[in-house]
Nanobody, 124 residues
Framework: QLQLVESGGGLVQPGGSLRLSCAASGSSIDYYGIGWFRQAPGKEREGVSCISNRGGFTNYADSVKGRFTISRDSAKNVVYLQMNSLKPEDKAVYYC?????????????????WGQGTQVTVSS
């Protein structure tokens, strides 16, 4: 059974950066597409970015294009989300998820395994 654990969240000032990590255990991430999602208070969970099982395909929500970068390290079994130029509206709990379809989308319903989330707060 694949298990996912997010880390790297925290408090950062507007314009700052954070790198989130999604560490997988129980199986290799090479068998899965991986997505990052976020949920702000009072809002629905939304897709942020996703990456195919070999990293050849990535996709981003319009709200984060040019600021966030997704990547994966198969040797470490980890997927990263580098977040730059953070804005207050990026504040949310960030989740990673795995899709057994190796080329994923940002559709929440396609994902099979979820982590518990990590809080990101952007505030001065």
């Amino acid at each position: 059974q694949l298990q996912l654990v997010e880390s790297g969240g925290g408090l950062v000032q507007p314009g700052g950066s954070l790198r989130l990590s999604c560490a997988a255990s129980g199986s290799s991430i090479d068998y899965y597409g991986i997505g990052w999602f976020r949920q702000a208070p009072g809002k629905e969970r939304e897709g942020v970015s996703c990456i195919s099982n070999r990293g050849g395909f990535t996709n981003y929500a319009d709200s984060v294009k040019g600021r966030f970068t997704i990547s994966r390290d198969s040797a470490k079994n980890v997927v990263y989300l580098q977040m730059n130029s953070l804005k207050p509206e990026d504040k949310a709990v960030y989740y990673c998820a795995a899709d057994r379809r190796v080329t994923p989308s940002l559709a929440i319903e396609e994902y099979d395994y979820w982590g518990q989330g990590t809080q990101v707060t952007v505030s001065s």
